[in-house]
């Protein structure tokens, strides 16, 4: 790796670290302003944490539910399986706008999710990141581990009624206007080598340095699975365009934003859980709910994509967690 390359990422690292330790970037000068009629919250900060009176015990609880989701790789080969933590997709200590915010789920859960046709509780969310963003396993449901990232998500949500009737401002990643050109490989190649392999390696791999992860591989055996929420399309070029290349967001138009997710989104990448052998019959089993809005069973530049039994670095395909619920007393 040459010098100006390491000084350029660790300038970028120390870019992200004041990003999720600064507690006055609340609300960018760069994002979306509210509009009138949405529900707007200020999550609060680890900061305000220690100054509320809280219990000594609930405090540390919480504490250690941020520990974990700013450095999940703490559990790499447990219930991680690849580069990624929950900061990777969660900006901003997971507080920011418009990133991915996660305190919308505490109050928003339980509620009905399509992606497995079934009331989902906070827990139940948490476990879907671990299986599908981290291609692992999630915590066990009641551990003291999954009771830390539960107590966190609802940290930040203090003060916000449960069940909030007006929509939240900058939920999630809001998509897109359709692009006005169809998103092209080799336009998203041009963006990917230009603005984003700097920070994630030509071939997607990322940074590792001295073993610990720098910035996330964004395809490949330590990346996200396919059925990861940002292996969508539309999800990824909303993260991209509302929070990449990082210190420099909102810099690329909504067709780079595109043109780009569509590039790293065509590269392979470990298996859907859900596989059932075929990744024809499987993209027909959940495409009206997710791969829609995938290329996954899709020919890119002739090839079948998720055409494999590969899972990456986890020695299963499915968590079990991963099944069905009826609520009822059968």
């Known amino acids: ?91 901003g200590e997971g507080r920011l706008p418009y990133a991915g915010p996660v305190w919308p789920a505490a109050v928003t859960l339980p509620a009905y999710r399509p992606k497995n046709d079934h009331v989902n509780n906070l827990e139940e969310r948490i476990a879907g990141c671990f299986s599908y963003s981290m291609n692992g396993t999630p915590p066990e449901y009641g551990s003291d581990d999954m009771l830390a990232l539960a107590a966190y998500h609802q940290w930040l949500a203090k003060g916000v009624e449960m069940f909030p009737s007006k929509p939240i401002y900058g939920r999630g990643y809001p998509k897109l206007d359709d692009p006005q050109q169809k998103p092209d490989y080799a336009r998203g190649k041009q963006v990917y080598e230009a603005k984003c392999s700097i920070c994630h390696s030509n071939d997607g791999s990322g940074l590792v340095q001295n073993g610990k992860v720098v910035f996330p591989s964004v395809w490949g055996d330590a ?17 991209v365009k509302y929070n990449m290349p990082l210190g420099q967001r909102g810099t690329l138009t909504d067709q780079e934003a595109w043109d780009v997710a569509y590039y790293i989104n065509t590269q392979e990448r470990p298996q859907d859980p859900r596989y059932t052998g075929d990744v024809k019959e499987t993209r027909a089993k959940y495409e009206s709910t997710f791969h829609k809005f995938t290329s996954y069973g899709e020919s890119v530049n002739g090839r079948l994509l998720g055409n494999h039994d590969n899972v990456g670095e986890k020695p299963f395909l499915k968590p079990e967690v991963l099944k069905p619920r009826t609520f009822t007393a059968n």
């Open 223 to 239: 990346s996200y699975n396919w059925g990861a929420g940002i292996s969508r399309h539309f999800t990824l070029a909303a993260f």
């Open 1 to 91: 790796m040459n010098i100006p390359f390491m000084k350029l990422a660790a300038a970028v690292a120390v870019s992200l670290l004041a990003l999720n330790a600064n507690a006055e970037a609340r609300f960018p000068v760069d994002m979306p302003k509210p509009k009138e009629g949405q529900l707007v919250h200020i999550p609060p900060t680890m900061e305000d944490l220690e100054k509320s009176d809280f219990h000594p015990e609930l405090k540390r609880v919480i504490r250690r539910g941020y520990d974990l989701f700013m450095n999940t790789q703490q559990l790499r080969g447990k219930n991680v399986f690849n580069n990624m933590n929950c900061s990777s997709c969660h900006m």
